[in-house]
């Protein structure tokens, strides 16, 4: 390709390397926080002839509304607050970028953290602060107030389980921040159902308070959507931006579905929460291995004795995948393992003893 033609694209984006999905097939797959359960066998005959009636001819609800109404009950969003609905979280955060963009302002957000708040300040032209996290992965507040009065972020966003470290940020430091803020404060709780904390119920306290959530990671990763709830005003000036039909049919029928028959999803949840506080224990008792508290549905732990790399790629011969997050700085030696079913959790353990004995 020629460089005439190169030249058009942005230089930051030509900066940027595009995420890159691993290939799993074949593999045990605990790289991308996914419930290892599929949908019950009992409900699939119902699931599918519903299916079938779906209008793939006709575009969909572009404000997909009765999937609006099922999901501010489910999620117990408070009276008198908004929803708007992305293809998936990651598309929300896009969104709110793309409604506060300008060159000069940036998107804060913690270090270690989720890479595509970065990512995505960088898709829309703007500017991203790291806030860098204590050693131990705590909120740091005396470096947070002062990189918040420096930078007076546009939109700060707060993973609630911090992905990939696990744990939950103290909720008084939380509040501060959303105190403190000049601008739109996100709680993104994509691993809500593993934490059991929210932020849900201040939104009628704090007009900047944003919470997000996804229906990814509670077993529907495959439908792609996420909700962002807040103050009506706030809401409808964020579904500006928002492609007219961006949830599709199919999602807007089974999301709905799922959700009216969700009862299952709560005993998966609670099967994950115990299998994780399970691993967590069998992880602490291996020598070489610091494993860091979790709130998630997945695991960070340090190899302390070995290459993380090395390690990482023994489970991948061994036919396990993990996320191998080891790089120069406080990931230094670190991996990611994903809570599965009790059989891949085992197949992991057996194949990371492996890897620490060569
Ligand atoms: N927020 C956090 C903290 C995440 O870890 C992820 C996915 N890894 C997302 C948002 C995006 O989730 P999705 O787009 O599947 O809703």
Not at 12 to 19: D, G, T, V
Not at 81 to 101: K, R, Y
Not at 320 to 349: H, S, W, Y
């Amino acid at each position: 390709m020629s460089e005439k033609l190169l030249k058009w694209i942005r230089p930051e984006i030509r900066e940027l390397s595009a995420y890159h999905v691993p290939d799993a097939s074949g593999l045990v797959k605990l790289d991308a926080m996914e419930n290892p359960y599929r949908l019950p066998e009992g409900l699939l005959p119902q699931w599918q002839q519903g299916l079938a009636s779906v209008a793939l001819n006709r575009y969909p609800d572009p404000a997909a509304a009765e999937l609006q109404d099922k999901l501010i009950e489910v999620m117990h969003v408070p009276q008198g607050q908004s929803i708007v609905l992305g293809n998936g979280s990651d598309e929300l955060i896009q969104m709110l970028a793309l409604a506060v963009a300008s060159d000069e302002r940036c998107i804060m957000s913690f270090e270690p953290g989720f890479v595509m708040y970065a990512m995505i300040a960088r898709f829309a032209g703007m500017q991203y602060v790291g806030v860098p996290l204590a050693e131990d992965f705590t909120l740091d507040m005396e470096i947070t107030r002062a990189a918040i009065e420096q930078h007076q972020p546009a939109v700060i966003f707060i993973a609630y389980p911090n992905n990939p470290t696990g744990n939950l940020f103290d909720s008084t430091d939380i509040e501060e921040i959303i105190r403190i803020a000049p601008g739109l404060v996100v709680v993104d709780e994509a691993y809500h159902p593993f934490a059991l904390s929210s932020f849900m119920p201040m939104l009628n306290d704090y007009d900047q308070l944003l919470v997000m959530r996804t229906v990814s990671k509670m077993g529907l990763a495959g439908l792609r959507l996420g909700l962002l709830c807040g103050e009506q005003e706030l809401i409808n000036e964020i579904n500006k931006v928002r492609l007219p039909y961006n949830i599709n049919v199919l999602t807007q029928y089974t999301a709905r579905f799922v959700l009216e028959n969700a009862g299952f999803l709560d005993g998966q949840a609670e099967m994950i929460r115990a299998d994780r506080d399970h691993l967590l224990k069998q992880l602490s008792l291996l020598d070489g291995i610091e494993v860091f508290p979790s709130q998630a549905n997945f695991i960070l732990f340090r190899v302390t004795m070995t290459n993380a790399t090395e390690v990482f790629t023994s489970l991948c011969n061994d036919g396990v995948l993990i996320k191998n997050l080891d790089k120069p700085g406080p990931l230094q030696n670190c991996l990611r393992v994903t809570v599965g079913t009790q059989g891949e959790n085992q197949a992991f353990m057996q194949a990371l003893e492996r890897a620490l004995r060569e």
